[in-house]
């Protein structure tokens, strides 16, 4: 789930929900406070097979951030700990 806003704040949020158990904590893979207002959001899971047999699993977010016009682009690791930003690019 992706969300501008967490406690009447702006910010850019993106939070991992246990569709079979929704009322579960919730894990955040991104929370960042910021006064920015996004728009035109986009979230794609992406499956990448790999060299002997392996898979990986991945989410990419893309978004424009209102105002300013600039358009971001996250891939984030879903099978890492840590979920680690694997790629991210912005562009005007």
Known sequence: MLCNKKKHKLGFHLLKVDMKNPESDVVYL?????????????????????????????IVVSYKIIGINTYNVFVID?????????YWFESY
Request: hydrophobic letters at 30%; a negative charge.
């Open 30 to 58: 991104i929370s960042w406070n910021n006064k920015l207002d996004i728009g035109d959001c986009d979230m794609q899971l992406m499956k990448e097979n790999k060299k002997h047999g392996l898979v990986e699993h991945s």
């Open 78 to 86: 879903l099978d890492s700990k840590d979920h680690l930003i694997r």
